[in-house]
């Protein structure tokens, strides 16, 4: 395909206002792209490399404005170029508004006016900057970049601009071309025909609908999979459906990663009964791969790689993860999991260490001297051949711990349907100073790059309250010796001015057993009454209790109830006068 056609058929795409039609446009570039295909997918996106490659143009802006420069006349500086971008806001725009051709004399087209520009010749050139290395490379750079622009006509400028500094902006996102894909090689003629027609929704219509998004779906698995649209184009045009499903995770190539959305306990538990509880480690994301590319149950080539969220490649910066990972583990691997920061005792350090190492690319060998980093593995995508993909959590956590379960690199999977127990898990992940918790829909596969409901990470707590202790219960069996759960209460002022405490929960949780000795002795001359395991307490002490929600209850006597109450400290600075009023109380609750 040349060049000039692939820039004309970008132009309509872009000119095209509605989606359907855009993909309609897509839709038939792709079916006519013939060799060029896999290229045209990832041009149309602004992308000369498939997402899990690391490899990138490098060319930067400045580059860029000089080699316009250049091909646009002797009279023409970068600073020119870039004063124009102020005034047309885009770089597509401003090559395009240059003569290009005019440097080379009309003769330079061919009989069409057409530059000789093809768009696999453009790829290429392309592919062979970006392995220009060392010194000089940025000025060989420049000469072909600039050779590329001096062959180009305007329209074809525009686009080249664009691709160069890897904006296409022609409105195709990864969906439209995902739908294209579909629609081009696997949509018959007769289910395309049927969902165009505007007429009201009949059965066959709906019936082609529902085939048409299960062809998308195919499509977007083995894009999801692979992370390269290009390749997908082309297996689904020449193996279809059966080949796409037989699309497989490549070790060595990164899968986009699966991400967590904000939810409590109480969503958690409503929407699936139970939940797979693990500690939310704060540390940095990472994608492990160990082997050979090639699928099978001994390592051919021991081999490890490890990406970013990003999919960006970040084994150099992290050299005894690549080392743990040897030393552990005999077979094919993809994990997902976090690298931490940790000390020598090896708990977990802020955040900010580990971006001090995450991706080094210098002086890494000093660095390592500094800030020791370690492995935290929660997921396993792939073992020993097997996809894992579909599989449950539980199931993968399984695989997870039979390859690192004798590791400080997994933490224990926590099945519970159980509020309570899942706050004491949550409790000691924090006493252990990880960030908190995730809740995980057991029964869920691993969805690569969806945001979905299946991943919760437990919210932060809202604003706190600073509630009055009115009572108590002694523990049982090994706590019975402590007060264990403790009667909150907020203040009311009475008819008189005198304050009065309303109860609205009960805190048990986020407390540690010291803590507890500790609370207890503070206490225990507080007690005015007992029944059973029950005491009163004359109100003289206040907790900071933070909640997932306030409810509206008849339980308590405020008319309120805490969800989830956990204990955070207590207010040694406050007195039961200054503690939180039921008003406080209510307003907040009128606020979630
Ligand atoms: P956030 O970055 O706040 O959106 O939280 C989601 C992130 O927590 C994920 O993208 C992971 O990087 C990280 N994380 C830590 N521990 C886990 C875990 N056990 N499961 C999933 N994600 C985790």
């Known amino acids: ?93 401003v090559a395009a508004s240059f003569d290009f051709g005019g440097q080379r004399g009309l003769a330079a087209f061919g009989a069409g006016g057409q530059s000789d520009l093809t768009v696999a010749g453009v790829d290429d050139e392309l592919r062979q900057l970006a392995a220009a290395e060392g010194s000089g490379s940025q000025d060989r750079k420049l000469d072909t970049l600039f050779g590329l622009f001096n062959r180009c006509s305007a329209a074809e400028a525009r686009y080249l601009a664009r691709l160069v500094l890897s904006e296409m902006r022609i409105g195709v996102g990864e969906g439209t071309v995902r739908d294209a894909v579909a629609e081009a090689f696997l949509v018959d003629a007769e289910d395309a025909a049927a969902i165009r027609d505007d007429e009201a929704e009949t059965e066959v219509e709906e019936a082609a609908r529902d085939r048409r998004d299960a062809a998308i779906a195919t499509v977007e698995r083995a894009l999801q999979v692979s992370n390269d649209y290009g390749r997908v184009a082309v297996v689904a045009r020449d193996e279809g459906r059966d080949g796409l499903d037989a699309v497989e995770l490549d070790v060595g190539r990164p899968v986009q990663a699966m991400l967590a959305q904000a939810g409590t306990v109480t969503d958690a538990l409503d929407e699936w009964g139970e939940a797979a509880v693990e500690t939310k480690f ?35 910066a992290l050299p005894e993860v690549v080392e743990f990972v040897e030393a552990e583990i005999d077979q094919p691997v993809i994990l997902d999991g976090e690298v931490v920061a940790v000390d020598d005792a090896g708990a977990p350090l802020p955040f900010q260490e580990i971006l001090r190492r995450f991706r080094r690319k210098h002086d890494v060998e000093q660095m390592r001297e500094e800030i020791t980093v370690e492995l935290r593995a929660f997921d396993c995508l792939h073992a020993a051949g ?22 400080e690199a997994v933490s224990e999977l926590l099945l519970s349907d159980d509020a ?62 402590f007060l264990g759960t403790f009667l909150l209460s907020a203040r009311v002022e009475d008819a008189d001015g ?58 308590y006597s405020s008319g309120y109830a805490l969800r989830f109450p956990r204990f955070v400290e207590v207010r040694e600075d406050k007195t039961p006068e200054t503690a939180d009023s039921l008003t406080r109380v209510e307003r907040l609750a009128e606020e979630q």
């Open 420 to 481: 309570e127990e899942i706050e004491h898990y949550e409790a000691d992940a924090l006493e252990a100073g990880h960030e908190g918790i995730m809740l995980k829909n057991p029964v869920s596969p691993y969805s690569p790059g969806n945001r979905g409901k299946n991943w919760l990470k437990r919210k932060p707590d809202v604003e706190t309250l600073d509630l009055v202790v009115t009572g108590a219960e002694w523990g049982e069996g090994r706590r019975a010796k």
């Open 1 to 93: 395909m040349q060049f000039a056609d692939f820039a004309a058929r970008a132009n309509d795409i872009e000119a095209e206002p509605a989606d359907l039609a855009k993909t309609a446009l897509l839709r038939d570039l792709f079916a006519t792209a013939g060799e060029d295909l896999p290229v045209v997918a990832r041009f149309v996106q602004g992308r000369v490399f498939p997402a899990w490659q690391s490899s990138t143009l490098d060319i930067g802006p400045n580059l860029c404005y000089e080699a316009i420069a250049r091909a646009a006349g002797q009279n023409v500086t970068a600073a020119d170029v870039e004063e124009r971008l102020a005034e047309l806001g885009e770089i597509g725009a």
């Open 282 to 316: 704060d540390g940095a994301r990472v994608q492990v791969h160990y082997g050979s590319g090639e699928a099978g149950n001994a390592v051919e080539e021991e081999e490890v790689s490890l990406f970013s969220r990003n999919m960006e490649d970040v084994t150099d």
């Open 498 to 555: 005198d304050d009065e405490f309303r109860t609205i929960g009960k805190v048990a949780t986020g407390i540690t057993d010291e803590k507890l000795a500790e609370l207890t002795e503070l206490l225990e001359p507080d007690i005015v009454s007992q029944s059973g395991t029950e005491v009163d307490l004359r109100p003289t002490t206040v907790f900071e209790v933070g909640y997932e929600e306030i409810q509206v209850s008849p339980t």
């Open 386 to 407: 097997d996809d894992l993909l579909t599989q449950p959590v539980t199931e993968r956590h399984a695989r997870l711990a039979e390859l690192l379960g004798h590791t």
